[in-house]
């Protein structure tokens, strides 16, 4: 009997964790490749009893044996077939991929790389997760897909954009040249249960230091912009692309078009958790994005999707899940 195997490297991470889950819900085979480079077991413990979910601790770096992707093999399931790639491997938040810049240029380039080789080799679909950082520090706003961004190459940001544009453009040579199958999804800032309450992104770390009733620190003056989107939503809008029409290759932005400045994020925190934090300001990073906005127009359009969840909302349920885990 053929099942229909879906991979999903970066599977133990924020997105990838709640990504599985969904697909596991749904009767997938799901096989996730990491290596906990900043995922955690934690975050898919529940799923490693499901028997339709393997983990397997590899870096995407290096290529990996199709014969361990396939070793679903119990009773009458025998899967021979890769029918979609969802590569999601990638430290995303700052303090992780500027800890090691080549290595997360690697992973962007070199992993992307290895995984249109399995997505060649078995015809499957492959969906990867790019980034509103493409843009860099936009001078449009809000950014819309056929903006093409302005990135410092050589600051510290720039392994990570820079490696996310490498593999966009991957994408779509493998797509010209062999006909892949690709579909591109520029993610907005998203947050929700699963990150990481050390990875320094603003809505952990707010959310963290307002319930220890630590200073909640904001950079610069706190007057820069950012959307935020809360994970379900990301999920829905992910899996839409993914199984779009053949047609649709995207770049399409996935996010929340809501802006907030981060100042206004900071005391809706301290609102919501009762929190006696006071605010303090520290100097901006180097090309730190001063506006950060999605149009969603094509998301709509194609993909029939826009987000649900409100910023006070998400941050409610976001607010229990640190409750439960710091
Ligand atoms: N969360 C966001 O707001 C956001 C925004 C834009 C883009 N993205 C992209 O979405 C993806 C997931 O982001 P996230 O927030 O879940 O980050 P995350 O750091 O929580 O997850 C990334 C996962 O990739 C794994 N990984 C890293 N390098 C690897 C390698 N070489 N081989 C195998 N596994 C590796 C990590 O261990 C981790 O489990 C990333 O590609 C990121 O660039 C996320």
Redesign the pocket.
């Known amino acids: 009997m053929k099942k229909k195997l879906i991979l999903v490297?970066?599977?133990?991470?924020?997105?990838?964790?709640n990504l599985c889950k969904v697909l596991v819900e749904q009767g997938n085979y799901v096989v996730c490749?990491?290596?906990?480079?900043?995922?955690?077991k934690e975050?898919i413990v529940d799923l490693m009893e499901k028997e339709n979910f393997i983990f397997i601790n590899?870096?995407?770096?290096q290529p990996i044996n199709l014969d361990t992707v396939f070793s679903f093999k119990s009773g009458d399931i025998s899967i021979t077939e890769v029918e979609q790639i969802y590569?999601?491997?990638?430290?995303?938040?700052p303090i992780?991929?500027q800890k090691d810049p080549i290595?997360?240029l690697?992973?962007?380039v070199w992993?992307i790389m290895n995984m249109l080789a399995i997505a060649k080799k078995t015809n499957a679909t492959i969906l990867q997760?790019?980034?509103?950082?493409v843009y860099g520090d936009a001078q449009i706003t809000p950014q819309n897909e056929t903006y093409h961004g302005n990135v410092n190459t050589i600051g510290i940001r720039a392994c990570?954009d820079e490696g996310?544009r490498v593999a966009e453009t991957l994408l779509f040579d493998y797509h010209r040249m062999y006909n892949v199958n690709i579909k591109v999804m520029?993610?907005?800032?998203?947050?929700g249960p699963?990150?990481?309450p050390l990875?320094g992104?603003v809505v952990s770390n707010f959310i963290v230091q307002a319930l220890r009733n630590d200073d909640i620190t904001v950079y610069g003056d706190g007057e820069q912009t950012r959307s935020f989107?809360y994970v379900t939503d990301?999920i829905e809008g992910m899996m839409r692309l993914m199984n779009s029409n053949d047609t649709i290759h995207g770049p399409v932005n996935i996010g929340n078009p809501g802006e907030f400045t981060v100042k206004q994020l900071a005391d809706l925190v301290i609102e919501l958790t009762g929190s006696k934090s006071k605010i303090i300001y520290m100097p901006l990073p180097q090309d730190d994005p001063c506006r950060r906005r999605p149009d969603i127009t094509l998301a709509k359009e194609k993909l029939n999707w826009e987000p649900k969840i409100q910023l006070k909302e998400g941050i409610e349920k976001t607010m229990q899940y640190f409750k439960e885990i710091i």
């Not at 490297?9 to 964790?17: E, I, K, N, Q, V």
């Not at 490749?33 to 955690?40: A, K």
């Not at 520029?186 to 947050?191: A, L, P, S, V, W």
């Open positions: 490297t970066g599977g133990a991470g924020f997105l990838g964790s490749i990491d290596n906990l480079y900043t995922g955690r975050n590899h870096d995407i770096i590569n999601l491997a990638c430290p995303a938040s992780h991929y290595q997360t690697k992973t962007s992993g997760a790019s980034t509103s950082e990570y996310k520029r993610i907005f800032n998203t947050y699963n990150m990481d990875d992104r989107c990301l």
